[in-house]
């Protein structure tokens, strides 16, 4: 038996520790450039015209589709010339000469349900807006997003409807995808939270040695930690969510680093605990390790036994079969589905399940709530384009990569109980635009996807936003809220501690839009030699997103506005949004570099010549040098392996 050992953990039980490929879909979105109606009006589970929607393609290789004549890539286009003639009409024009223009500032602003957004510090006029719809219009914009709606399968490449808003969609409606009503499906796995989290809370779901289970670790990486995490860490300064929290914890165990593993538990007792493995798959190998180990810390603690993985062991995942392998009870599996992508999967099990146990299943449904309000603005194609907030943003997100070649865009949430909608973020887009062909395989002549990063302010303030104000342009997006979480006023300061944080958030697009000029440096008396070090050049475009308060519903607006926004753009770029297949092959190389590890340390098998010699003289330094954890009975992947025993 292999050991599992962890320096610290107390052992019981008896447990040793340039193509342009014509490979075309008949389905797909690419024909956002066609000149037929590309997509049906929001129906499911039929077949109109040569586009099947809401269901699976009979074969594995998809028909050749004959290229139409009058294909052309976006960037080929009049309304992408256009744009392109216009963006050195910009370059002519300074923020600080576009803000004084009070008729222009006004009319770029939008407000939905409760979401001010000011959109006016961006380098664009009026015009520029018509031009961005016009281009929207080219690319078949709302015929795309209808399609989204409806469950056609936009995700061409791995053929599936891209449904997470109906992970959020109210009870009584209804979507048939596939002959299946999705929604029903939703609100049968939502039940099924519900009732478990209220037992977990009530402490009727005991532990195997009769304790409540008051820490939950959910376990999972990428979209099956990202998002959960970032809703935690909203909620959790919410006063109604705090209360509801009281006496629970909640942690997170994404990196398949030991270290992951001992900063999660080391404060926890294993009889008290229940851990959610969450993924899509099933298949990912740190998230898999990760949940082995888990498994044998609870073994450690309270005996090997069925009992205990089948009290203290749950699961959110798309793959049941899998699951039950692992020996998690299927009733306590928290199913999704293959038409919820992973980035987009927080608002399933992944994050229903471990957030309703800590927050209450009531809390859930407002964040559900505040992401189906949002909802409806995105699919409301039927009204002015003006007053939609996701094809806004997406617009401009477009216009500063494509047209104003800024590479990298920063997120900025004055709210400190945003701290990982950032890093939340820069999966959902980077991940979801990181491509290189359109949805027909032709190379995008275009500049798609940007780096996405950011910080809470103001702390951003102090770290990287000297490079914001001298350096490179990066487009930013503020996010501030009218009240505080916790408003604190001390007696004696001039302005309460969250208009300090606010006068931060107003000045910040300002100093970004305006900057410094030399003469502004001479009024002040600077000497001159020090002026071309003061001087900020300006004309840096930011917008602001201006909400009520950070409680679960505003936080579910959040999640579906940058949702929408990455989808906007890829529907414009015509690239897919949906797949990830770049990941893909570093996890093979991984899975050669593994069983080499193996069998250089067990069985002193030499390394491959297959490995280029930096990666060898890399990996004999890293096994000459390393001291610390051997197996008692090692796993032999030529032994193992014939006999059905994973390595996995
Ligand atoms: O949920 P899982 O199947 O475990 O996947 C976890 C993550 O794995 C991969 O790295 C994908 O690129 C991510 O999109 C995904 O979220």
């Known amino acids: 038996m292999s050991a599992f050992v962890v320096p610290g953990w107390p052992l019981r039980g008896g447990v040793a520790g340039s193509r342009r490929s014509r490979a075309l879909y008949p389905h797909h979105g690419s024909a956002g450039l066609l000149r037929r109606r590309a997509f049906p009006r929001c129906t499911a589970g039929d077949v109109r015209g040569s586009y099947t929607v809401g269901r699976r393609l009979p074969s594995e290789t998809p028909p050749p589709l004959p290229v139409p004549t009058d294909y052309v890539l976006i960037s080929e286009t009049a309304e992408w010339r256009r744009l392109v003639e216009h963006a050195s009409e910009i370059d002519r024009l300074h923020l600080r000469e576009l803000m004084q223009d009070v008729d222009r500032v006004r009319s770029l602003r939008a407000e939905y349900d409760g979401i001010y957004l000011d959109y006016s510090r961006q380098r664009v006029t009026k015009d520029t807006i018509e031009l961005l719809f016009a281009l929207a219009r080219r690319a078949r914009l709302v015929d795309k997003i209808r399609a989204m709606q409806s469950g056609a399968h936009i995700n061409v490449t791995e053929r599936r409807a891209v449904l997470h808003t109906a992970l959020r969609a109210e009870r009584n409606a209804s979507l048939v995808v596939d002959g299946t009503d999705v929604v029903r499906d939703v609100w049968r796995v939502l039940d099924h939270v519900r009732e478990f989290s209220e037992r977990v809370r009530s402490g009727e779901h005991r532990g195997a040695t009769g304790k409540p289970l008051r820490s939950v670790i959910a376990v999972g990486i990428g979209g ?11 909620f959790r300064t919410d006063p109604e969510a705090f209360e509801a929290a009281r006496g629970r914890h909640l942690h997170f165990l994404s990196n398949v680093d030991p270290v992951d593993i001992k900063r999660c538990t080391q404060d926890l007792s294993a009889e008290e605990t229940l851990i959610v493995i969450v993924s899509k798959s099933f298949t990912t190998a740190e998230t898999l390790l990760n949940a082995r180990a888990m498994r044998e810390w609870l073994w450690s603690e309270m005996g090997r036994s069925d009992e205990v993985v089948r009290l203290h062991m749950v699961a959110c995942s798309s793959n049941v079969p899998m699951v039950e392998k692992f020996g998690i009870d299927p009733r306590n599996t928290f199913e999704f589905w293959d038409w919820v992508g992973g980035r987009y999967s927080v608002c399933s099990a992944v994050g229903a399940l471990p957030l309703s146990i800590q927050y209450g299943f009531p809390t859930f449904l407002r964040f559900l709530e505040g992401a189906r309000s949002v909802d409806a603005n995105f699919y409301d194609v039927a009204s002015p384009l003006a ?260 390595p996995l």
Not at 224 to 234: K, M, Q
Not at 578 to 595: I, N
């Open 387 to 646: 007053g939609n907030l996701p094809v806004i943003m997406g617009l401009l997100g477009v216009w500063n990569l494509s047209f104003l070649g800024y590479k990298s865009r920063a997120l900025h949430p004055y709210a400190e109980a945003l701290l990982k909608f950032p890093a939340h973020i820069q999966q959902v887009d980077m991940e979801s635009n990181g491509k290189h062909v359109t949805l027909r395989g032709d190379d995008v002549d275009y500049a798609v996807g940007e780096i996405d990063f950011g910080e809470p302010g103001t702390n951003g303030q102090h770290s990287f936003f000297q490079l914001l104000h001298m350096g490179q342009t990066v487009p930013c997006d503020f996010i501030g809220f009218i009240e505080s979480q916790y408003p604190l006023c001390i007696e004696g300061e001039p302005v309460s501690n969250a208009d300090e944080l606010m006068a931060n958030f107003f000045a910040q697009p300002d100093a970004l839009a305006y900057g410094k000029t030399a003469a502004e440096c001479r009024a002040e008396g600077r000497p001159e030699w020090l002026i071309p070090h003061l001087v900020t050049t300006g004309n840096r475009p930011s917008l602001t997103l201006l909400l009520q308060r950070l409680d679960p519903y505003a936080t579910g607006q959040l999640l579906a506005l940058y949702e929408h926004r990455t989808a906007v753009q890829g529907f414009i770029w015509d690239i897919n949004s949906f797949d990830q297949w770049g990941v893909e092959l570093g996890k093979v190389l991984a899975k050669r570099v593994r069983k080499q590890l193996n069998e250089s340390r067990y069985f002193g098998r030499p390394i491959s010549e297959e490995f280029n010699a930096s990666t060898r003289d890399l990996m004999e330094r890293y096994l000459r040098g390393q001291v610390g954890c051997v197996f008692n009975e090692p796993f032999d992947y030529h032994r193992d392996t014939d006999t059905g025993r994973s």
């Open 224 to 234: 099956s930690y990202l998002g959960p995490d970032f809703v935690h860490e909203a």
